[in-house]
RNA sequence: GGUAACGUGGCGGAAUGGUUACGCAGAGGAUUGCAAAUCCUUGUAUCCCGGUUCGAUUCCGGGCGUUACCU
């Protein structure tokens, strides 16, 4: 077999300047992309996850963005085969591949490998789900703690989003959560990465989610949100949760103006950025952290030969 | 100019003669198949000057400010 190369890997706050570093990155070590972003993936919310325009990938193959509909749902794991399925094909090509995007648990799953869980038929989940909503959180993370011990000192009361899941694994697995996550192993090396992370200094940051956000508005994102609604999407879709369109449907309501509507997104996606930095203050401490101002000078250093891999 | 009401953290907003709720924003943290999600923790305030009182943000007087109405 052949040489293959690193994977690179490219995180970072929101609207830091990922996509853009990345074209050029992909430009200069002949790569291809591939997107790590929860989001990005919808077809139908293009404006608003200021997905990259066909016209500035400058030729560069970009994968899994805009691929997939608003109506369905996604998650890690779908994300984390097709990815391991791109890197490889793009390796047979001997070409690079650039992760880039957003979504801290994606790297995780990229780096450290996500345990295989028989996944949960949906009637299972649902009737779950629906048991939920009627108990209410707090007797339903009793009957957890009854059904599985283990997530006591692992999840908190309040945190519906986790019981959820630890419920149902247990419950369909008969495996505790907490068991199955000492099962995982890593599809990669260690060295078989390259890791980048860009900061933006808060300040910054902020700065340019205004600027973006007043971009969005005037390249039509109303419009954008005015179409998403005649989907009919239901609530428990994930794609509801892309930032701007609760905020835009209450502008479309009547409840609220298009400033008041501006603001909100401003401080959601800031908020957002927010939990991007502190996780990777926290989880990425062995990445290289690169200012957004010197993008330019560390695209220079970067050599082609590093990158490579004997095997 | 007169009368009245009000003046509480960055903002909104309770309460009280003796530990100043709470919400939002901000900060720190968690994060294994919904992650742009979900959850945890958290600093900072009673307009100014006097008086009454053991003790005043609260009661009284004055000042300043805001608002409403009147002239």
Known sequence: MDKKSKI??????????????????????????????????????KILNARPKVKETKNIKHYLYG??????????????KK??????????????PILVGGTGLYFRAIINGLVKIPSIPKKFRNKIRNNHRKIGQKKFYNNLIKLDPLVISKISPNDAHRSLRAYEVKKYT?????????????????????????????????KRI????NKMISLGAVN????????????????????GISEICKFLDGEQNIDTTKEQ???KTRQYAKRQ???ARNQMIDWEKVDYKMLGSFLKKIKISSLKLDQ
Request: net charge positive.
């Open 277 to 279: 930095r502190t996780w």
């Open 8 to 45: 690179i890997l490219i995180a970072g706050p929101t609207a830091s300047g990922k996509s853009n570093f990345a074209i050029k990155l992909a430009k200069k070590v002949d790569g291809e992309i591939i997107n790590t972003d929860s989001m990005q993936i919808y077809r139908e919310i």
């Open 67 to 80: 691929f997939y509909s608003v109506k369905k749902n996604f998650s890690t794991g779908d994300w984390l």
């Open 210 to 213: 205004n600027t973006r956000v």
């Open 83 to 96: 990815t391991i399925k791109l890197i490889k094909q793009i390796h047979n090509k001997n070409k690079i």
């Open 265 to 267: 997104i401003s401080i």
């Open 224 to 243: 954008e949100v005015k179409k998403f609604r005649h989907l009919k999407i239901r609530k428990d879709k994930t794609s509801n949760k892309v930032i």
């Open 174 to 206: 008969k495996i505790s959560l907490y068991k199955w996550f000492e099962k995982t192993r890593k599809n990669f090396d260690e060295n078989d990465f390259l890791k980048i992370y860009i900061d933006c200094p808060r300040d910054d940051l902020i």
